[in-house]
């Protein structure tokens, strides 16, 4: 009989919901809109709706459905509590149990760059590994430990917050998390603009940097890849940062593959070269061949992790 899985990925503005068989092939893939209101009551009916249409659509009994795996903005501790979920207006829920209540099927939940990381483990750019680190680059940095095929979320969930490393002492402003130096605060989308106008504000060279309004990481990027000489120490500088925290994080998790998602990430081969070549530099010898490889999902990796949630 075959054997189907739901994975649903809840972010800030849309839910991506997708059908799935247990062998990792996506049958159908969807989103509905995230319903932050009255502090996110009603988003798991939404979902349960979502999900219970889906299979009367398809003439799937629950027999057939091994469960619902759910990606959450925020900790999930192993009961499947989430303890304040502050882009859903969550406070303490546990997801598993509510959401099992409104559909009958089993539900596991998990933080949702911890189930990216599960679903590029799985079927992405980290396929083929069982020690697995991803590491999301974004509007912030995030990130997700797996070993031996497991998510590593620590004690209080906060495994894998990459983002939060102490990168520089000598840091004035402070990071959305309240502290100062975060390694989010350089190697972001927004840090690396922020490092940007930061140089553009004292620089006398020529540059086409000064041209855009606003100024993006995608600009930097693009134009780091033309030779401009400001736009390549900025990226540099991104290059330097994340492969000095991701040596000193290989030195106490040694994986076999570090996978790099997110927006960044679309820059390609002058992050992934220039991230390995200081990766190498810094990092203890046994670890210095360990791979860095681009994810290869998309924004698909959470629904696929989800699903593998389920095994």
């Known amino acids: 009989m075959k054997k189907y899985g ?11 919901i997708g059908l799935f068989d247990m062998s990792g092939t996506i049958l159908e893939k969807w989103e509905i809109k995230t319903n932050t209101e009255n502090h996110g009551a009603a988003i798991l009916d939404d979902v349960a709706a979502a999900v219970l249409g889906k299979m009367e659509e398809k003439g799937i009994v629950k027999d057939d459905v091994q469960g619902i795996g759910l990606g959450v903005p925020g900790p999930v501790d192993s009961e499947g509590t989430v303890h304040k979920c502050v882009n859903l207006g969550w406070d303490v829920i546990n997801v598993e149990k509510a959401l099992n209540e409104k559909t009958g099927l089993f539900v ?26 991803m590491v999301t ?127 960044v990430s679309r820059a390609g081969d002058i992050l992934i070269q220039g991230i390995q070549n200081k990766f190498k530099e810094k990092a203890f010898h046994a670890c210095r061949a360990t791979g860095i490889s681009l994810a290869t999902l998309g924004n698909d990796a959470g629904m696929y992790g989800c699903v593998r949630l389920l095994f």
């Open 108 to 133: 596991k939940a998990g933080n949702d760059a911890n189930v990216a990381a599960l679903g590029e483990m799985w079927q992405g750019g980290g396929k083929g590994h069982q020690n697995v680190i």
């Open 6 to 16: 739901f994975g649903v990925d809840i972010g800030g503005t849309t839910c991506k």
């Open 137 to 263: 680059l974004g509007t912030g940095v995030g990130g997700g430990i797996i070993v031996d095929g497991k998510i590593i979320a620590g004690s209080h969930g906060a495994g894998g917050e990459l983002g939060h490393i102490h990168m520089n002492d000598d840091e004035t402003e402070a990071c959305g998390c309240g502290n100062k130096g975060c390694l989010e605060q350089y190697a972001s989308a927004t840090g690396i603009v922020r490092m940007a106008k930061k140089q553009l504000a004292k620089e006398t060279r020529n540059t086409k940097l000064k041209a855009f309004e606003p100024l993006t990481a995608k600009d930097i990027f693009d134009v780091a890849k033309e030779g401009d000489e400001v736009a390549l120490e900025l990226v540099n500088g991104l290059c330097t940062m994340l492969g000095t925290a991701l040596a000193n994080v290989a030195a106490v998790a040694d994986p076999e593959i570090f996978v790099i998602g997110g927006g």
